[in-house]
């Protein structure tokens, strides 16, 4: 996953995930910033956000933004640094207001001190083919009259898919001739495996493993399934809606945020209410679904493109660079 542009240099610490790893890497990080001498310091995901607020009582650091990415940071012990650590940093942001939420509940941060950040998706890249559905489908030997469910993600518990699987079965059991695509790979996939077996749909169920061309496989689909247990933002919605399909999420993260209006959401872990939400996208009238493809991509414009989010965080880091009240 490395930038496109040239002018960003990329500069590994080699930090892993204990104090010997983190002592070791602090004077690899110093040497880093006096070099480059940064406006702003942004730092991502919990490990990042606590050695770098640590590390700024010792060392002058410029203005320090940490971003969580989920409304589960861990166990007491996370909790308890990243609440003992959160005053250390001039801003802190999550990627939807349910994890900002989850943040302030458990008094992670202070009420009203985290700024809400979507996450933003390439539009240019994911976009509804006619002559791509075709091929793709053609290439699994789907006829037009096979539906077919598509989930993409790391095969991880907190990605529920024995919940999918059970979903699929039900839905399968009802309206006949249904294929799964699950892309992703993760230590869950022989569990998955063998839940397909045991459930009798292993021959209508495609785990493809981690793949480069998600967006032929999104096109290719009718009904996109996030099944998770939880979730931060669910950025893969996003990407399927901006491929004008039918979405269905279990209400986790920021999956209603991310949806809006434009899909079907259901309970967590409840494999009944996510077969029926299938069920019902699935035979959704072509004008209908037509319709909630275009809304779909449209919010995806409005909200959760590159664009928009790229403002949103130059506009953050200019006003936190400029001293602007943030928090």
């Given at each position: 996953?490395?930038?496109?542009?040239?002018?960003?240099?990329?500069?590994?610490?080699?930090?892993?995930?204990?104090?010997?790893?983190?002592?070791?890497?602090?004077?690899?990080?110093?040497?880093?910033?006096?070099?480059?001498?940064?406006?702003?310091?942004?730092?991502?995901?919990?490990?990042?956000?606590?050695?770098?607020?640590?590390?700024?009582?010792?060392?002058?650091?410029?203005?320090?933004?940490?971003?969580?990415?989920?409304?589960?940071?861990?166990?007491?012990?996370?909790?308890?640094?990243?609440?003992?650590?959160?005053?250390?940093?001039?801003?802190?942001?999550?990627?939807?207001?349910?994890?900002?939420?989850?943040?302030?509940?458990?008094?992670?941060?202070?009420?009203?001190?985290?700024?809400?950040?979507?996450?933003?998706?390439?539009?240019?890249?994911?976009?509804?083919?006619?002559?791509?559905?075709?091929?793709?489908?053609?290439?699994?030997?789907?006829?037009?009259?096979?539906?077919?469910?598509?989930?993409?993600?790391?095969?991880?518990?907190?990605?529920?898919?024995?919940?999918?699987?059970?979903?699929?079965?039900?839905?399968?059991?009802?309206?006949?001739?249904?294929?799964?695509?699950?892309?992703?790979?993760?230590?869950?996939?022989?569990?998955?495996?063998?839940l397909a077996v045991e459930l009798g749909i292993s021959e209508a169920v495609i785990i493809l493993g981690s793949r480069n061309d998600v967006p032929d496989l999104m096109n290719a689909c009718d009904v996109f399934v996030l099944s998770s247990a939880s979730e931060g933002f669910g950025l893969v919605l996003a990407?399927?809606?901006?491929?004008?399909?039918?979405?269905?999420?279990?209400?986790?993260?920021?999956?209603?945020?991310?949806?809006?209006?434009?899909?079907?959401?259901?309970?967590?872990?409840?494999?009944?209410?996510?077969?029926?939400?299938?069920?019902?996208?699935?035979?959704?009238?072509?004008?209908?679904?037509?319709?909630?493809?275009?809304?779909?991509?449209?919010?995806?414009?409005?909200?959760?493109?590159?664009?928009?989010?790229?403002?949103?965080?130059?506009?953050?880091?200019?006003?936190?660079?400029?001293?602007?009240?943030?928090?």
């Amino acid at each position: 996953m490395l930038p496109r542009s040239p002018e960003i240099k990329i500069e590994s610490i080699n930090l892993r995930k204990n104090i010997f790893s983190f002592v070791a890497a602090i004077p690899r990080i110093i040497k880093i910033i006096n070099e480059f001498e940064p406006d702003v310091i942004n730092t991502h995901l919990f490990h990042a956000n606590v050695v770098f607020r640590v590390l700024r009582i010792f060392h002058k650091m410029p203005v320090l933004i940490s971003s969580a990415h989920n409304s589960n940071e861990g166990g007491v012990v996370r909790r308890f640094l990243y609440r003992a650590t959160d005053s250390l940093c001039d801003v802190s942001t999550n990627v939807s207001l349910s994890a900002v939420r989850y943040f302030e509940k458990n008094r992670l941060v202070k009420n009203g001190a985290m700024r809400v950040m979507f996450n933003g998706i390439d539009e240019d890249a994911f976009y509804f083919d006619e002559a791509v559905r075709r091929r793709v489908r053609e290439s699994f030997l789907f006829s037009d009259d096979d539906r077919v469910v598509l989930a993409v993600g790391r095969l991880h518990k907190a990605k529920d898919y024995p919940n999918l699987l059970r979903a699929f079965s039900l839905s399968k059991q009802k309206l006949g001739s249904m294929f799964l695509i699950i892309v992703g790979d993760g230590e869950e996939k022989e569990v998955i495996i063998d839940l397909a077996v045991e459930l009798g749909i292993s021959e209508a169920v495609i785990i493809l493993g981690s793949r480069n061309d998600v967006p032929d496989l999104m096109n290719a689909c009718d009904v996109f399934v996030l099944s998770s247990a939880s979730e931060g933002f669910g950025l893969v919605l996003a990407e399927a809606m901006a491929c004008k399909r039918v979405v269905v999420s279990t209400d986790c993260g920021g999956a209603r945020e991310v949806m809006g209006e434009t899909g079907f959401v259901v309970p967590p872990s409840n494999s009944a209410a996510l077969a029926t939400a299938i069920c019902r996208a699935l035979t959704v009238p072509e004008r209908e679904r037509s319709r909630m493809g275009e809304l779909a991509r449209d919010r995806v414009k409005n909200y959760y493109s590159m664009s928009a989010s790229g403002d949103a965080w130059i506009s953050l880091y200019d006003a936190a660079f400029k001293g602007k009240k943030i928090r």
